[in-house]
């Protein structure tokens, strides 16, 4: 079985910064993508940031210049340093991972959100 475990949520003051991290684990052959999605109270889940194990990112055009994703493949994690925070970056962020398992072929796991709540 595959796991993501994800840590680093909290309250911060807005302006403020906080690290997220996710780690996968289980029977992993190999990252394609791993990511962030946030979602906040009333509205649908969206992309905060994703990175191939190749190292190519993309992002909402909301965190562009304030969040920054990178991976550590040799540790199945991904990382997302966030900066100047917003009080509208208060959600629950879920990471996401697309995965090729050992004899199983390409699955999509999420981890159980971590939340994030930024005071103005």
């Known amino acids: 079985q595959v796991q993501l475990v994800e840590s680093g949520g909290g309250l911060v003051q807005a302006g403020g910064s906080l690290r997220l991290s996710c780690a996968a684990s289980?029977?992993?052959?190999?990252?394609?993508?791993m990511g962030w999605y946030r979602q906040a109270p009333g509205k649908q889940r969206e992309l905060v940031a994703a990175?191939?194990?190749?190292?190519?990112?993309n992002s909402a055009d909301s965190v562009k210049g304030r969040f920054t994703i990178s991976i550590d493949n040799a540790k199945n994690t991904v990382y997302l340093q966030m900066n100047s925070l917003k009080p509208e970056d208060t959600a629950v962020y879920y990471c996401?991972?697309?995965?090729?398992?050992?004899?199983?072929?390409?699955?999509?796991?999420w981890g159980q959100g971590t939340q994030v709540t930024v005071s103005s």
């Open positions: 996401n991972a697309d995965l090729i398992i050992h004899g199983l072929g390409e699955y999509d796991y």
């Open positions: 990175i191939t194990s190749g190292g190519i990112t």
């Open positions: 289980g029977d992993i052959f190999k990252i394609n993508v």
